[in-house]
């Protein structure tokens, strides 16, 4: 069981993606360039197929901040994307779009 005390060590922040690129090689991943307000970072999202790169460019998602960098596939990534995933569907966590949140906002 979690507890509140480990919930609150999570930098979960909203973010914003500003270019979405391939990754050589890969047949599932993306290279995501995201703004969270005051840095921009990289991600590595393994979103293709799913979400084309017009779909991802511009959308404010919600990101785990404070992970460990990780390098997939030649390229370092600074967070993670939280998704939610069913076994048949994927979907993005994103902010309510009727209640638009700043870019780097955090989580609570």
């Not at 393994?46 to 785990?64: A, F, N, T």
């Not at 209640?99 to 906002?105: I, L, N, P, T, Y």
């Given at each position: ?28 991943l ?36 404070n ?6 596939m ?6 993670m ?23 780097g906002?955090k989580?609570?």
């Amino acid at each position: 069981m979690v507890k509140y005390e480990d919930f609150a060590k999570l930098d979960i922040r909203v973010a914003q993606i500003k270019k979405v690129e391939d990754i050589p090689g890969s047949r599932k991943l993306y290279k995501l360039t995201i703004d969270l307000g005051e840095e921009e970072r990289t991600l590595v999202a393994g979103l293709k197929g799913i979400y084309s790169p017009e779909e991802l460019e511009g959308r404010k998602i919600i990101v785990l901040a404070n992970l460990e960098p990780k390098k997939m596939m030649g390229v370092t990534s600074q967070g993670m994307l939280l998704a939610a995933d069913d076994g048949e569907n994927v979907a993005l966590l994103m902010p309510d779009p009727e209640h638009s949140v700043r870019v780097g906002a955090k989580v609570r």
